[in-house]
């Protein structure tokens, strides 16, 4: 069943030499060249978006939770990994090449942690294209891991009706006669698939404006909409920013997905015109 809303299928290119949706050798020795980029104006071509003046800043702030190495007695090492990669570098790090690059740590000696976590920045911010921050936690403090939701107004309790599985702006709208509003709003029901295997990617999504009063329902639809849509996480929070931007044009918007882990790793795009990325904490579903 389909509507006269229905939208045009968005096609995006992927680089032909990604490893992503290939097999592959795992590799057990430290290998840099593993590591592979993904430009970031394949999807901000799409979206029309300028190379410079970007209407939002943010990071992507990734964890990874399948780190380990050898000390420089052969004894195995383990640590959780979190980075942030600027959203103004060329690329982003396509995320199977950052999962082997990882691995190829496990029969690799150094001499410290603090080794391993500069190697990591180094080899990130060359793939990236600019600065990638890096920080390494070690079992002692793995216990000061705090779990926390996101807050606001939970609109996935709204019955809703929708066939529409392919991004849908046609949704989104705003209601005048509720004046402006400032609030929060979170939903557990986004879903996307990756753009090269389109294995699923699952997310909790959290979006903080100010401005005309965006109508719920239509904006619940238009986030499970992306349900069969195939597009890397990065791309997607920044497609969902610069609709709303554009649909309801609020005078403040944030927009911050977290999302589940797959190979031992999350990512958590967060894109904002008014306020700084938040601190990473990780929610039950990941």
């Not at 180094?122 to 000061?144: H, M, R, T, W, Y």
């Not at 705003?174 to 929060?184: Q, R």
């Not at 849509?229 to 497609?239: A, S, T, Y």
Request: with cysteine.
């Amino acid at each position: 069943m389909s509507t006269d809303n229905s939208p045009e299928k968005i096609s995006i290119k992927a680089p032909d030499d990604l490893s992503l949706g290939k097999q592959v050798d795992y590799e057990f020795e430290y290998n840099p060249h593993l590591l592979q980029g993904v430009p970031r104006n394949l999807s901000r071509d799409t979206l029309k978006l300028p190379k410079d003046g970007l209407p939002f800043t943010g990071t992507d702030t990734w964890t990874g939770y399948e780190l380990s190495w050898l000390n420089s007695k052969g004894k195995p090492q383990v640590a959780i990994l979190e980075c942030d990669v600027p959203i103004t570098s060329g690329n982003l790090i396509e995320s199977k090449s950052f999962k082997l690059y990882l691995n190829s740590f496990n029969q690799t000696q150094f001499a410290c942690a603090d080794t391993v976590r500069a190697t990591i920045e180094k080899d990130l911010s060359q793939c990236a294209g600019e600065s990638v921050s890096v920080k390494l936690i070690l079992p002692n403090a793995f216990s000061q891991i705090t779990f926390k939701e996101f807050e606001g107004t939970l609109i996935d309790e709204l019955d809703v009706e929708i066939h529409e599985y392919s991004p849908n702006t046609c949704y989104l709208s705003i209601d005048k006669a509720l004046g402006v509003k400032s609030e929060t709003l979170v939903s557990h029901l986004l879903k996307s698939n990756c753009l090269i295997t389109s294995q699923p990617d699952w997310a909790s999504i959290q979006i903080r404006y100010e401005g005309d009063a965006i109508d719920h329902e239509g904006l619940l639809k238009y986030l499970i909409s992306f349900r069969q849509h195939n597009e890397f996480h990065e791309q997607c929070v920044e497609r969902i920013f610069t609709d709303l931007l554009t649909h309801c044009r609020p005078n403040k918007l944030t927009v911050c997905a977290r999302y589940t882990r797959r190979g031992g790793l999350d990512i958590n795009p967060f894109r904002s015109n008014f306020e700084k990325p938040y601190a990473n904490h990780r929610q039950a579903r990941q």
